[in-house]
Structures are given as C-alpha cells and as structure tokens.
C-alpha cells in the first residue's frame, strides 16, 4: 500500500477523504501485477478520467452527491482478461486502503459496498457467485 495513508483514520467521510481514498488505491492497483495489466489495457493513458468518474462514484456511494452516472455493470462486463485472482486482489486493496483511512465502522460501509459490486461482477464474468475468495480478501 502506498505511504500516503495517515495514522489517524476519519470517523466520516468527506469530499477530500474520497478523493485521497480513491487516488491512493488506484496508485496500488497501478502497481500490482495481477491488477496492473487489465486495467492498463481498459484505461490507457485516461487515468485522471477514470480518476475522475470513481472519486463521482465513491462520492454518490458514500456522501450522496449523485455526481455519478453510468452502468458499472456493463462497463466491467466488456474488459477482457478478467480472472478471479483480479476480484481477490481487487477486494484486498480496497479493504486496506479503506481500514487505513477510515474508522472501522466507515471502512466495513465502504467494504461491504464494494464487495456487493464484485460479487455481482464476479457471477456476470463466471456464472455463479464466489465462493468465499472475494469475501476472505475483504476481511
């Protein structure tokens, strides 16, 4: 995880908390090597517009600013190379970066929002739910 977190984690979200939230997580997806590829070859040189929609999308999720529009449904469901590694690695660095940041209560919110997301991803890729990968990594 990158060196950004601070020791001391937010009892509540906040604008800034998101955008920090979601600039640091994606700076280790950056650099993971199983999480790296897929996204390189789905976002290119777009990183601060792909920046951009997640901090709208975490900011609808967890501040209800409706900043956010899409189908992150049908958007995951076009990459290609998708494998249940990426969901397990995916869900990881969320659950780190989230319990850096927030207080415990903030972080499991943020998890279990993310982790909803990834298992309905998960059964659209591979056709049934996970089977505890995806939840083991979150925890």
């Known amino acids: 995880m990158s060196e950004t977190a601070s020791p001391a984690r937010l009892h509540q979200p906040d604008a800034d908390s998101i955008h920090r939230l979601v600039h640091d997580f994606y700076a280790d997806v950056r650099a993971d090597p199983v999480l790296a590829p897929v996204f390189d070859a789905a976002i290119g040189d777009h990183w601060e517009s792909h920046l951009g929609r997640m901090v709208d999308f975490w900011s609808t999720v967890a501040l209800g600013t409706h900043s956010f529009r899409g189908n992150v449904f049908a958007k995951h469901m076009a990459l290609d190379g998708v494998t249940p590694a990426h969901f397990t690695a995916w869900t990881r660095l969320w659950a780190e970066h989230t319990h850096?940041?927030?207080?415990?209560?903030?972080?499991?919110?943020?998890?279990?929002?993310?982790?909803?997301?990834?298992?309905?991803?998960?059964?659209?890729y591979f056709g049934h739910w996970p089977m505890g990968e995806i939840a083991q990594a979150a925890q």
Do not use: C, D, Y
């Open 100 to 124: 850096a940041l927030f207080e415990p209560g903030v972080a499991r919110e943020l998890q279990a929002v993310a982790l909803g997301i990834a298992r309905n991803l998960f059964r659209g």
